[in-house]
C-alpha cells in the first residue's frame, strides 16, 4: 500500500491555525518563565533585537502559510522559510525519510517545527546581561525541550510510525509498549541487543590473565602475541566511569589486542564498580591506591625501572595527577611516557557537563548517594542527555513507536553497561575539578598530604583529543600542552569521545591532523596541522618506538601467570562483571 493512499493531507482550519499562534506563545512564555527563575530576576532582552527576531518569525510563518495554501497544500518544491545555516535550515535524520517532504501535511509540520526551533533558540541568544553559566543553562534547556517536542516522537505526527501502524496492525505499538515497561522495570533505556555478547567471548575476548587483585582493581596481564615485546611495559587505565572494555570490543576493534599485536608487553587496570564498602574512597585512593600501586606492581614484576602509561578520561585526568605527585616526590622516572584519551585537567572550557555542577545538582547527587555510591545508570543518563537527539529519542522512536528489533552492537552493549561510582569521590571529583577547577592551580590540591603541580610534570607526553567531543571539548583537551612542561605531542582526532579513540587501522575511518612543530595555541596548530586519512594508533605506536625501541623475548614474567605473581583467573576477570 503506497503511503499517498493512506495520508491524504487536511488543510488546517482557521481554528486549527490559531491554536498552533496560542501554542507558540505559551512555549514564548515558559521559555522566559523558565529564563527569569534560573537568573532569579527580569532577563535583560534588548528589544531591537527581539522585535528583529520576532518580525523574522512572523514573516517567516506567514509566508510558510502562503505557500501551503496557494500551493494547495503542495510544499515539497518549495526552499524551507529559515536563513541560510539557521537550525531551521539543516537537514537532520530525524526527518530523512522522503515522507516528510512528500506529503504537504507532514511537511507543514516539519517546517513549522524547524521554524519555531529556530525562533526560540534565536530567542534564548537574544538574552544579555546575564552571567554566561545561567545563559548556557538556559540554552541547553530550550535544546532539551525542542529535542522532545520534534514531531517525530509522536505517533501521529510521525509518517513512519503511522504508516509501520496500518502495516502492522498495531503491532509494532504493542512490540514498542514491550519494549518500554522493560526499560522502566531496569531504569534504564536499551540500545541494543545485548544477548548477543558475551563478557570473555566475543567481547572483552583478548586472552590474558588477572595476575593482581586489590579491593579497588584487577590488574590484567595480556598474553603477548609476538616473539618478542618492548621491553618498557605499558599499563592502560580506562575510566572507572564506565567498564574497561571500550579499549577491548570485539577482537577487530580492540586496541586492546592492536596493542599486543605491535608487540608491547600490556596491563590494564579493570576498576572495581562501587558498593557501599567504597563508600569513603576519595581521588586519593584512585591514584595512590590506583595507579601508583599498578605501576610499581608492573615495574617489580618485570624487573624494569619504568612503564609506558595510558589515562582515558577521567583515568588521563588523574594520570596527569599521579605525575605530578611523582614529580613532587622525585619518582617522575618511574614513567617512561604518558599518554592521554580525550582527557582534561583545565575545566574552564569543559562544555555542557559543567552545568551539571551548580549547587542544586550537588543535592540531588547527594539525595542518589545515599547508599554510599551513584548509581552508573543516572551517570548514563546524564551523557545520555548531552547527546539527547541521538541517545534518547532516536531510541525512543525506534523502541517504542516503531517497534524495532535491537540491533547487535558492542559498543552500544558497552555503553550501556554501567558502572556504580564512590560518592565521596564523585562529589569532589565535581567540586574540586568541574565546579571549581583547582587542578590547575599549583599546590591547590594535596594528594596524600603532598602537594602537587602539574607545571612540575616532565613526562613525555601524547594528548589525543577528539575534534567532535562533546564530553571532553577539544578546547579543552589542549590545556594539558599549556600545563605539562615535558615534550608534547598533540594529535586532533576525526570524531568525538569514543569512535574517535577506538577507530582501528583496519576500518579504515575518519582522520586525524597533527603538527610537526609544537605550537603555542590551539589556533596555531589548527592552521599548520596536516590531515592523514584513517587511524592514529599507526602514529602513537611510532611515537612510543622512538622513546623506547629495545626489545626482549616475550618470555618468562612477560607470559601472564608465569613470573612472581601467579595467575588469578582468567581474563577479563570477576570485576568487570561486578554489578
Avoid at 532539551?144 to 517525530?152: I, N, Q, R, T
Avoid at 509498549?177 to 544477548?195: F, I, R, V
Avoid at 582493581?217 to 567498564?243: C, D, G, K
Wanted: proline share 6%; net charge negative.
Amino acid at each position: 500500500m503506497e503511503r499517498s493512499d493512506v495520508m491524504e493531507p487536511h488543510l488546517p482550519t482557521l481554528e486549527q491555525m490559531q491554536q498552533w499562534t496560542q501554542v507558540i506563545g505559551r512555549a514564548q512564555q515558559l521559555m522566559l518563565e523558565q529564563a527569569a527563575g534560573a537568573t532569579g530576576r527580569v532577563l535583560p532582552f534588548d528589544p531591537e533585537t527581539v522585535s528583529r527576531i520576532q518580525t523574522s518569525f512572523a514573516d517567516e510563518g506567514l509566508a510558510l502559510w502562503q505557500r501551503f495554501l496557494d500551493s494547495g497544500g503542495l510544499l515539497r518544491d518549495q526552499p524551507d522559510p529559515a536563513p541560510a545555516g539557521s537550525p531551521a535550515a539543516v537537514r537532520d535524520r530525524r526527518f530523512s525519510d522522503p515522507a516528510w517532504t512528500e506529503h504537504p501535511f507532514y511537511d507543514l509540520i516539519r517546517q513549522s517545527y524547524l521554524l519555531v526551533s529556530d525562533y526560540l533558540t534565536r530567542l534564548t541568544d537574544a538574552v544579555d546581561g546575564v552571567d554566561p553559566k545561567a545563559k548556557a543553562k538556559l540554552r541547553f534547556a530550550t535544546t532539551g525541550m525542542l529535542d522532545a517536542l520534534s514531531p517525530s516522537n509522536f505517533p501521529l505526527t510521525n509518517p513512519i510510525v503511522v504508516q509501520k501502524t496500518i502495516e502492522s496492525g498495531g503491532e509494532n505499538l504493542v512490540k514498542g509498549l514491550k519494549h518500554m515497561l522493560a526499560d522502566l522495570e531496569k531504569g534504564q533505556l536499551t540500545h541494543t541487543d545485548g544477548t548477543q555478547f558475551e563478557l570473555g567471548r566475543n567481547i572483552a575476548a583478548t586472552p590474558g590473565k588477572v595476575i593482581h587483585e586489590t579491593p579497588l582493581y584487577q590488574l590484567i596481564h595480556y598474553a603477548p602475541s609476538t616473539e618478542t615485546v618492548l621491553e618498557t611495559p605499558l599499563i592502560i587505565f580506562p575510566p572507572w566511569i564506565n567498564r574497561f572494555y571500550i579499549l577491548d570490543l570485539s577482537p577487530e576493534k580492540s586496541f586492546v589486542k592492536w596493542a599486543v599485536d605491535q608487540g608491547i608487553s600490556v596491563f590494564l587496570v579493570s576498576w572495581k564498580s562501587a558498593d557501599a564498602s567504597m563508600k569513603d574512597l576519595t581521588w586519593d585512593d584512585y591514584i595512590l591506591r590506583g595507579q601508583i600501586d599498578a605501576i610499581d606492581t608492573v615495574r617489580d614484576l618485570l624487573k624494569v625501572p619504568s612503564v609506558h602509561t595510558i589515562g582515558y578520561c577521567v583515568a588521563g585526568t588523574t594520570l596527569a595527577a599521579t605525575l605530578a605527585l611523582l614529580a613532587a616526590r622525585e619518582q617522575g622516572d618511574k614513567v617512561a611516557s604518558a599518554t592521554f584519551f580525550t582527557a582534561q585537567v583545565d575545566f574552564s572550557q569543559a562544555g555542557d557537563l559543567t552545568l551539571f555542577v551548580d549547587d542544586e545538582q550537588m543535592k540531588m547527587v547527594d539525595q542518589l548517594s545515599s547508599k554510599g555510591f551513584l548509581d552508573g545508570r543516572y551517570m548514563a543518563a546524564t551523557f545520555n542527555l548531552l547527546r539527547g537527539r541521538d541517545l534518547i529519542w532516536n531510541y525512543v522512536v525506534n523502541n517504542y513507536l516503531l517497534g524495532m528489533d535491537y540491533p547487535p552492537f558492542d559498543l552500544l552493549y558497552w555503553n550501556g553497561d554501567t558502572t556504580n561510582l564512590p560518592a565521596r569521590w564523585h562529589k569532589g571529583y565535581l567540586t574540586q575539578l568541574y565546579r571549581d577547577n583547582l587542578l590547575v592551580v599549583p599546590g591547590a590540591i594535596t594528594v596524600d598530604g603532598t602537594p602537587i603541580d602539574l607545571t612540575k610534570v616532565m613526562t613525555p607526553a601524547y594528548v589525543q583529543a577528539g575534534r567532535e567531543d562533546h564530553i571532553a571539548p577539544l578546547e579543552s583537551v589542549w590545556k594539558l600542552t599549556e600545563n605539562l612542561s615535558g615534550p608534547i605531542r598533540f594529535l586532533l582526532a576525526g570524531s568525538g569521545h569514543i569512535a574517535g579513540v577506538v577507530n582501528p587501522p583496519a576500518a579504515n575511518k575518519y582522520q586525524y591532523w597533527t603538527a610537526e612543530a609544537s605550537q603555542a595555541t590551539l589556533d596555531d596548530f589548527l592552521a599548520t596541522a596536516s590531515e592523514t586519512k584513517g587511524s592514529w594508533w599507526p602514529d602513537w605506536r611510532s611515537w612510543i618506538g622512538q622513546r623506547d625501541s629495545q626489545e626482549v623475548p616475550a618470555k618468562g614474567a612477560r607470559q601472564p601467570g608465569e613470573g612472581r605473581l601467579k595467575a588469578i583467573e582468567d581474563a577479563p576477570g570477576r570485576y568487570v562483571k561486578v554489578r
